[in-house]
């Protein structure tokens, strides 16, 4: 198995469980949206919480996958003698095409998920202070954009380098939010950095400081990759065991899950804030994922893997797709499905997105290796 195997395993899994929380959003128009300062109504059953859970892993592993992606792609350009201008010229052209993907495909596809809906949904309220009037509105793809950009010029950086960006972006952001009231109105340019909300101006849920975090610890781990090639999965393994029991003994004590700290019952003890991420959503998320890292290493390619693999080397063509095939299975429910009629069109598009994914790969995989159509 080809060492980006792995990777590529890990984010089609990743996507796999984005769809069904996408698919909970517009065909069950369910959704819930774990802010921070705000109040959260919680998860109506654990069916719910369930789903919800397991689309948890995805932010963290886009993030923390990009990284390893960015260095490792970087590494593999510069031995076939691409120079830092042109490397870094790469990753500013698919950064900036990323934020181009989110204004003119991604908002269409989720207005189309949402024009026919009736129903209240459950994203809850927003920290910040919005009075009305112009309004830049982001989504995930802004902070993957962004992320990208910056990390272009990072992904050369010892590895010490960027375990202590990683660190940094974490205490400033837990320092910056510990500090903030969410009834007050933010700058627009917090809320692009550092403070998930909406103000007069713009709506954030994704910006960048903490998530450049998980991004700069990717690019730690491929490094390790790089260096320790027969340990790697093993380290990866360990560090995944290591996060979630200093998860379980973060949770336990009540700290470092921002406003959301006390907990009654198992659910309300794995209710985390992911907006901006805290540090225990950070620990439990990334540490499964390095986890599931090294499991994915340990399979060989068995024939029932090809679909989550195609959908790992499709990603950003699958994001946009799935949004728009779920918006338009979303139209004859605009109060919302039953949880269990949710799932099953959920694994419907997923075997409809296996075929196009996989056309589409074949297509993208003819392209030079400079083709913008490689960047998707």
């Given at each position: 198995m080809?060492r980006?195997?792995?990777i590529?395993?890990l984010?089609?899994?990743i996507?796999?469980?984005?769809?069904l929380?996408?698919a909970?959003a517009?065909?069950?128009?369910?959704?819930?949206s774990?802010?921070?300062?705000v109040?959260f109504?919680?998860?109506?059953?654990l069916a719910w919480?369930?789903?919800?859970?397991?689309?948890?892993?995805?932010?963290?592993?886009?993030?923390?996958l990009?990284?390893?992606?960015?260095f490792?792609?970087?590494?593999?350009r510069?031995?076939?003698?691409?120079s830092?201008?042109?490397?870094?010229?790469?990753?500013?052209?698919r950064?900036?095409?990323?934020?181009?993907?989110?204004?003119f495909?991604?908002?269409?596809?989720?207005?189309?998920?949402?024009?026919?809906?009736?129903?209240?949904?459950?994203?809850g309220?927003m920290?910040g202070q919005?009075?009305g009037g112009f309004?830049?509105p982001t989504?995930?793809?802004?902070?993957?954009?962004?992320?990208?950009?910056?990390?272009?010029?990072?992904?050369k950086?010892p590895?010490?380098i960027?375990?202590a960006i990683?660190?940094?972006c974490?205490a400033?952001?837990?320092?910056?939010?510990?500090s903030s009231l969410p009834t007050?109105?933010f700058?627009?340019?917090?809320h692009?950095?550092i403070v998930?909300?909406?103000?007069?101006?713009?709506?954030t849920?994704?910006?960048?400081?903490?998530?450049l975090?998980v991004?700069?610890?990717?690019?730690?781990m491929?490094?390790?990759?790089?260096?320790?090639k027969?340990?790697?999965?093993?380290i990866?393994?360990v560090t995944?065991i290591?996060f979630?029991?200093a998860?379980?003994i973060?949770?336990?004590l009540e700290v470092c899950?921002?406003?959301m700290?006390?907990y009654?019952?198992?659910?309300?003890?794995?209710?985390l804030v992911?907006?901006?991420?805290s540090?225990?959503f950070?620990?439990i998320?990334?540490?499964?994922?390095?986890i599931l890292?090294?499991?994915f290493?340990k399979t060989?390619r068995?024939s029932f893997?090809k679909?989550v693999l195609i959908?790992?080397q499709t990603?950003?063509?699958f994001?946009i797709?799935?949004?728009?095939?779920?918006?338009l299975m979303?139209i004859?429910?605009?109060t919302?499905?039953?949880?269990?009629?949710?799932?099953?069109?959920?694994?419907?598009?997923?075997?409809?997105?296996?075929?196009?994914c996989?056309?589409?790969?074949?297509f993208?995989?003819?392209?030079?290796?400079?083709s913008?159509w490689?960047m998707?």
């Open positions: 080809k980006s195997d792995s590529d395993l984010r089609g899994l996507m796999v469980f984005m769809a929380d996408h909970s517009m065909i069950g128009r369910t959704h819930f774990e802010m921070w300062g109040a109504g919680g998860y109506p059953d919480w369930i789903t919800r859970f397991v689309s948890h892993l995805c932010a963290p592993g886009f993030f923390f990009m990284g390893m992606s960015i490792l792609f970087g590494e593999k510069m031995q076939a003698g691409w830092d201008k042109k490397i870094f010229s790469y990753f500013l052209k950064g900036g095409l990323i934020l181009l993907f989110m204004l495909l991604e908002f269409p596809a989720w207005g189309l998920g949402f024009a026919f809906s009736e129903g209240e949904g459950g994203g309220q920290p919005y009075t309004l830049i989504t995930v793809l802004y902070g993957l954009g962004m992320c990208m950009i910056i990390g272009g010029f990072l992904w950086l590895k010490i960027h375990l990683t660190g940094g974490f400033l952001s837990g320092w910056y939010i510990s007050e109105a700058h627009p340019l917090e692009f950095t998930p909300g909406m103000s007069n101006g713009a709506m849920i994704y910006p960048i400081i903490p998530w975090g991004t700069t610890f990717g690019m730690f491929a490094k390790l990759m790089t260096e320790q027969e340990k790697f999965y093993s990866s393994l995944g290591g979630i029991l998860f379980l973060l949770r336990y899950n921002f406003q700290g006390d009654h019952d198992w659910i309300t003890f794995f209710s992911k907006y901006p991420p540090l225990t950070i620990l998320t990334c540490g499964i994922n390095l890292l090294f499991l290493s060989e068995a893997l679909p959908f790992g990603a950003m063509f994001y797709a799935h949004l728009y095939l779920y918006a979303s004859p429910f605009p919302g499905s039953g949880i269990g009629l949710m799932y099953l069109l959920w694994m419907v598009g997923l075997v409809i997105l296996y075929f196009i996989n056309r589409f790969l074949i993208k995989k003819s392209r030079p290796l400079d913008i490689r998707v």
